[in-house]
């Protein structure tokens, strides 16, 4: 039904920044939010920002204000800039389809990006 394919990330030292994209195909029409998640080894994956249909954006505490979540209109493509970047956020990025504007309609691993590898070291 779906695929997003992720670009962006890497090595970058504390302080720097990085900016991740996702790519959709599929349905786009029927989407109604999107987020980004990370998953440290060990951790537990968690959303760390999430935009909606009208625009609306929700950030994780530790993040707010260091990362900006966007996407085009038509949800082709959604984006994280991350700025500011500390070890802390070593971790593998996903993208999501959160949620779709008929709720019934079921979501599968295709609502999954790949991953992409986010290292902050000096």
């Known amino acids: 039904q779906f695929q997003l394919v992720q670009s962006g990330g890497g090595l970058v030292q504390p302080g720097g920044s990085l900016r991740l994209s996702c790519v959709v195909s599929?349905?786009?029409?029927?989407?109604?939010?999107m987020a980004w998640y990370r998953q440290a080894p060990g951790k537990r994956r968690e959303v760390v920002a999430r935009?909606?249909?009208?625009?609306?954006?929700e950030y994780e505490d530790s993040v707010e204000g260091r990362f900006t979540i966007s996407r085009e209109d038509n949800w082709n493509a959604v984006y994280l800039e991350m700025n500011n970047l500390n070890p802390e956020d070593t971790a593998v990025y996903y993208c999501?389809?959160?949620?779709?504007?008929?709720?019934?309609?079921?979501?599968?691993?295709?609502?999954w990006g790949q991953g992409t590898q986010v290292t902050v070291s000096s």
């Open positions: 999501h389809i959160d949620r779709l504007i008929d709720d019934s309609q079921k979501l599968n691993a295709d609502s």
């Open positions: 599929g349905r786009l029409s029927t989407i109604r939010a």
């Open positions: 935009i909606g249909v009208e625009g609306a954006t």
